[in-house]
RNA sequence: GUGGCUGUAGCUCAGUUGGUUAGAGCACCGGAUUGUGGUUCCGGGGGUCGUGGGUUCAAUUCCCAUCAGUCACCCCA
């Protein structure tokens, strides 16, 4: 029972693992620093309190509490703990918990730090988060997340940036097929509205977001179940009929909305946002409008996004949307954000199912020194500073052990070169060099070394 | 949180109606080869058969419980 374990949801990361994700994260970040935005860190823990209430009933059940330090019964709440109230009595043990997503964290920062940022701000965040969720496949209980976001700016020019950075960060991962699926808030409160069902946006959007998983019947049993009249079911119908091609869908809208103020809002919204990115014209991600797409989260009020990759064994890929007050909740008020969130371990999931990662992602070592003894050795600590110096990945082994043990460990760790500096090499000045792949080898004079090490590698 | 499947070496798995010393491949270590890795040959270490209980003369095998993993549902990145 002494095996040691991780805790479920969570992984340790390989060397080969860290250069893939590596690859993965400075690739985001670079597309990210291209559009401007700046990196922000915040704590791995936040008060509770600043978490509580932001992500629904089922969210908050998700959130990571971190028990008090100290004696934390004595000032917790008998009374809860006696009536079995854990939700209450937890409060009373727990001031602090993990981050569950990275915009409300992001919130509180702005709104604590509002007079030191200028205005519109675009920041982004690469740090984990993490959810007490039942692990599964494409799942985690810690991962890391890649936002970006717009705060201060109701500019439509938001969305139609954050379009591109789905397509370009995800058009150099070289992913497959993706589809980045739009969809507008106001277009979902529309056709609530039509439907007379406004005072059900949520449980419509619920229901409806799942018509590509369950089919027409399921949502419409759904709404049933949920309180929805027939005749506000069939009202409903069109949605469920839409196309997803971007032009053919606004125009369904549309029509669809035409006598809905809100509704023709958002499809104008849309229209924009889809017009203007097919024009600038994307690399190689393909535009989609779904009505149906709505997005558990509640406080999008504007845009609403989602990447998909159809052959993945995994769901969404990357979210995000416009939410018009998220500050609010902190005591700023009329500040409108626009944010996007790509799921690393995920596309790291889906470019491992389709083996996209580039050879060179794991960079290791480029030369390995030999080490025969304590005068060899000395000679490769020096010419290993000097390689060093002009940036070759240079290591020495550490002990003078069985040569084969040494070139075995230089194979196990795909490492090219190999130099070797023997008693030979050391009263000759000269170094041998083995190309590994090949098994061919030269000598060289020191003096040789470094250039001859620039050539080949 | 609800239901199905699986737990045997570091990994992937065998294991006879329940029977005496639980095997293989890969990996690891050593040797053939004391200045040459990736191929080959030889040898070696490693297991409370997930854990606890029950049935039995006898349990890796059958039964129950529990834990862990996994797939579908709910929800999400």
């Not at 889906?350 to 003894?373: D, I, W, Y």
Request: proline residues 4%.
């Amino acid at each position: 029972m002494s095996k040691p374990s991780i805790p479920k949801g969570t992984r340790d990361f390989t060397p080969d693992e860290m250069a893939r994700r590596n690859f993965i994260f400075d690739t985001i970040r670079g597309v990210f620093q291209s559009f401007g935005f700046a990196q922000i860190e915040t704590p791995a823990m936040e008060n509770l309190a600043t978490l509580t209430g932001k992500y629904g009933e089922e969210g908050d059940q998700l959130i990571f509490k971190i028990l008090n330090n100290g004696d934390f019964l004595a000032k917790a709440d008998r009374t809860a703990l006696e009536v079995g109230d854990s939700k209450k009595a937890s409060f009373s043990i727990s001031k602090k918990a993990l981050r569950y997503d990275l915009t409300v964290p992001f919130a509180r920062f702005v709104v604590m730090n509002q007079n030191e940022l200028t205005f519109p701000f675009r920041r982004f965040q690469i740090q984990p988060v993490w959810r007490g969720d039942r692990p599964g496949k494409g799942r985690y209980q810690e991962f890391y997340q890649c936002d970006v976001d717009i705060v201060g700016s109701d500019s439509l020019l938001s969305e139609v940036e954050l379009v591109q950075i789905f397509d370009e960060v995800l058009h150099r991962l070289h992913i497959p097929g993706f589809e980045i699926v739009l969809n507008n808030r106001k277009v979902l409160a529309g056709i609530a509205e039509l439907a007379g069902v406004t005072d059900k946006l949520t449980e419509m959007t619920v229901a409806i977001d799942k018509l590509d998983k369950i089919g027409r019947e399921k949502v419409e049993e759904e709404l049933s179940t949920r309180g929805f009249t027939d005749e506000q079911v069939s009202k409903l119908a069109p949605l469920f009929e839409m196309e997803t091609s971007p032009k053919e869908a606004i125009s369904q809208l549309r029509d669809h909305l035409k006598t809905s103020e809100m509704g023709s809002k958002g499809v104008d919204e849309l229209e924009t946002v889809v017009n203007y990115a097919l024009d600038l014209g994307l690399r190689s991600g393909k535009l989609l409008v779904d009505p149906t797409l709505a997005r558990g989260l509640n406080y999008y009020t504007g845009a609403i996004f989602e990447v998909k990759v159809p052959d993945a064994p995994i769901g969404s890929i990357c979210g995000g949307g416009r939410y018009d007050d998220l500050t609010g909740i902190f005591g700023l008020k009329g500040l409108s954000g626009v944010g996007i969130s790509f799921g690393a371990d995920r596309i790291y999931d889906v470019m491992s199912h389709f083996e996209l990662f580039p050879a060179g992602a794991s960079r290791g070592t480029e030369l390995l020194f030999v080490n025969f003894g304590a005068d060899e050795e000395r000679r490769c600590m020096q010419l290993a500073t000097e390689l060093r110096r002009e940036g070759i990945r240079v290591e020495v082994y550490p002990e003078a052990t069985k040569l084969k043990k040494q070139m075995k460990y230089a194979n196990d760790k795909s490492i090219p070169y190999v130099s070797m500096i023997g008693s030979d090499e050391l009263t000759s000045g000269q170094v041998t060099i083995k190309e590994m792949e090949s098994g061919e080898q030269f000598t060289i004079s020191l003096n040789e070394v470094i250039g001859k090490i620039r050539q080949v590698l």
